[in-house]
């Protein structure tokens, strides 16, 4: 995660000005030693370049990246606030929940992290008035949606960064702070990711675990939660998230059906992914059919489709 420190010197940079470490120790106060550190992590990360001057003299600027820019509109739309001493790398990880109002309970279990925690995180932002709580919950102000788009960028980065570290061709298809589901492109990707500790296969590439073998059409899909159980319920969701075709709904409709998976269960695990609706509509079709197919907001199987899947699998 970006550091405070690693933000300072983006803020110094970030008018596009080329500098060298000892301008930068100058200017921000931080020791030459701490600031190459920084310098050494920022470039790893692609968030500067790096040249030589005259007598080999190291001169950075910022690169050409999404959280680059995410922070430059931040600065530009909101120039009145000193980001830099609001935005430690706990906020931004907890400013990923507040696009609308949440439980600090929430977000804490999301995080896997102590409520209290979640509470020193957001005081910074509270200090300055811009959380706009409704009840018990808290999100950010409607005036606020760069912060939440850098906090956003910054996340995607870091599980970017790490899977391509294993895997070059990864891409992130979905993400919070903690777990994160990518794509790969090629088998060598794919062996890497099934011999690294902490990645799971996941969507329709889990199924065969659960006694339902499709054809994969590609490589299989990958989940990042250390320390966490990948479910049923997990499954389907990236199932859907990966694609929300007829077919993979049929697919997910079948996986729910052959484990009984729990409507209330499912939908809470849903949440997160923006698939409450789309759980609705599945369970709704399951029951016995959907009433008003016009508020479907997915493309559900006929019933003669499903049921024929249903016996060619199996699944009772």
Request: aromatic share 8%; hydrophobic share 40%; glycine share 4%.
């Amino acid at each position: 995660m970006l550091s405070k420190a690693g933000l300072v010197v983006i803020d110094a940079l970030s008018t596009g000005r080329e500098a060298t470490p000892v301008t930068l120790a100058t200017e921000t106060g931080y020791s030459q030693a701490h600031i190459y550190e920084v310098l050494d992590e920022l470039l790893d990360a692609g968030l500067l370049v790096e040249r030589r001057g005259p007598n080999n003299q190291r001169k950075v600027r910022v690169a050409d990246h999404p959280v680059i820019e995410a922070y430059r509109t931040l600065q530009s739309d909101l120039s009145h606030v000193e980001w830099a001493d609001l935005l430690s790398p706990a906020t931004l990880r907890v400013c990923w929940f507040l696009d609308e109002p949440r439980r600090v309970s929430e977000i804490a279990e999301q995080l896997e992290v102590t409520r209290q925690g979640v509470h020193k995180a957001l005081s910074p932002l509270k200090n300055r008035a811009m959380l706009s709580p409704s009840g018990p919950e808290y999100a950010v102000s409607d005036d606020l949606a760069p912060l939440l788009s850098f906090a956003r960028a910054v996340v995607i980065h870091e599980h970017r960064t790490r899977a391509r570290e294993i895997a070059p061709s990864a891409t992130v298809e979905w993400c919070d702070p903690k777990r994160t589901l990518v794509r790969v492109q090629t088998t060598e990707d794919t062996d890497a990711l099934l011999d690294a500790p902490d990645w799971q296969v996941t969507g329709l590439g889990r199924f065969e675990e659960y006694g339902l073998q499709f054809f994969l059409a590609g490589e299989p899909a990958f989940w990042y939660a250390p320390d966490e159980e990948l479910t049923p319920c997990e499954v389907v969701c990236h199932t859907l998230v990966l694609d929300s075709g007829s077919r993979r709904v049929s697919y997910a409709m079948l996986l729910i059906e052959a484990l009984d998976i729990d409507q209330e269960t499912l939908t809470n695990t849903a949440t997160w992914y923006d698939l409450e609706s789309t759980v609705a509509a599945m369970y709704q079709a399951l029951q016995g059919g959907v009433e008003d197919s016009d508020e479907i907001p997915v493309v559900l199987p006929s019933e003669s489709e499903y049921m024929a899947l249903k016996e060619q699998y199996g699944v009772v």
